[in-house]
């Protein structure tokens, strides 16, 4: 296995390193994707499977997609990252002085932590003992949805206010429309669309029990619906008479997760306190609008604006 | 040994992406060092629960709020590019 | 039994890689480089799920390996006639054989 490991390390410091050497913005995003990919297995590798099915849609998914697409925008002065004939900087070997001694400081402080400091600390042992009541037999969706719902919850109004800040910037990109130069592309998001779906329903049912759940769910049928976006084949978002219905649908996770909030502060007198006999019901209902609006959010971040001007 | 292996690429790519984001010219290679600068600072979290007596699932449920909260950075910085930079020649 | 068949048909794939990545690295453009990685997604990863699920637990994960198989299939090819359709539209015509090759050491 440790030869697994010792590739896996190698592969992610040599995408990252040519993600940040190399010249070219287009090579530079697409070591970034590889470099996500690499770190997908390496979350497996590291028994964080929830951690490792977000990260290959959003990381390796999501943001290249929409790096590609801003890079693509971009005029062809902007594209170049370095000017004409690219050297290696004179002050590269001060650089790399600065990452060893850097990297090795942070190593030694680590293991040291790792070591000592956080022999008996951790909260595998409350997990566990608050797992029975919380609803969810799955630890990760126990805490996301019940235990620590205020953060979840506050995690989508970062999303949302995101959705903000882009939609007072300027006006929507207009859809590429791939669709008429590259017509295997409609066919593939088509034929790929229900598996997107059912994969998205395999996660939310899964996510109870085993690793799973909103956040992976969700990223996966956004990944999806920017490949559908990709082609065009959603046109709905683009228009005006619909912008007031899509911002119904971008605030519903937000205001079904505030629902709950308040609907145990009333039943049990603490915010996000769930009744135990409730809280499966609970749970499923807040994973499902959570998977929703994360899928739907992270579809919009791909238009880059306000739609339907 | 594994946690050792992966503490050192962890503290090697933080290294890395804190260097890039302070001396690279581009905007964009800035966002790209920072989204790597994430990546492995989840990665030293992930190691935090892997210590002793069984797997922390609360650092993986941060590292996954982590994940979509840089993705939604990305987003917006992007978006601010394109606003500055997208149609007109640069300055 | 089922581990040894696993194990052969793992090893039979793994030429086909090896053989792609050569190609990959050694093949003068973009179409040909195309049709060396094809084969490693065709013939050896297919070999290699094939394999994997001869050695799976149940029936489940092994047609979950197989379908892995058929999505990636799906997806390379696709993927194969979108990056040549671009090329040919952004004006990188196949090479021909009197061309000169760059990569051939001289």
Sequence with gaps: MLAIDVLLALAALATAGQCLLLPGLFRAVANLMAFGLVMALIWVRLDAPDVALAEAAIGAGITGALLLTAVGQLPASQRRLHPEHYRVPRWFITMAIIVVLVGGLLWVAMLELLNTGLANAGLAKEVAAALPESGAEHAVTAILLNIRGVDTLLEIAVMLGAVAVIWSLQPAIPPPALGGNYPGLTTLARWLHPLFLLTFCYFLWQGTHAPGGAFPAGAVLGAGGVLLLLTGSIGWMYRYGYNYLLRWLLAAGLLLFLVTALAGLLMTGSLYGLPPTFAGYFIIAIEVAAALSIALMLMTFYLFGRPGR | ?91 | MSDLLGTALILLGLPFFIASTVGLLRFPDVYARLHALTKADNVGLGLICLGLAVQADSLAVGLKIVLIWGLILLASSTGATLISTSALRHGHPPQQRNDVDKHAGH
């Design chain 2, 1 to 91: 040994m594994t946690d050792t292996l992966f503490t050192l690429l962890a503290s090697l790519l933080v290294a890395m992406a804190l260097v890039s984001i302070f001396t690279a010219r581009h905007l964009i290679r800035r966002l790209l060092a920072l989204n790597i600068l994430a990546s492995a600072v989840f990665l030293l979290l992930v190691l935090t629960a892997r210590s002793a007596g069984g797997i922390d699932p609360v650092p993986h449920a941060l590292v996954l709020t982590g994940i979509v909260v840089a993705v939604s950075t990305t987003a917006v910085v992007l978006a601010l590019y394109l606003r500055r930079y997208g149609r007109e020649p640069p300055c």
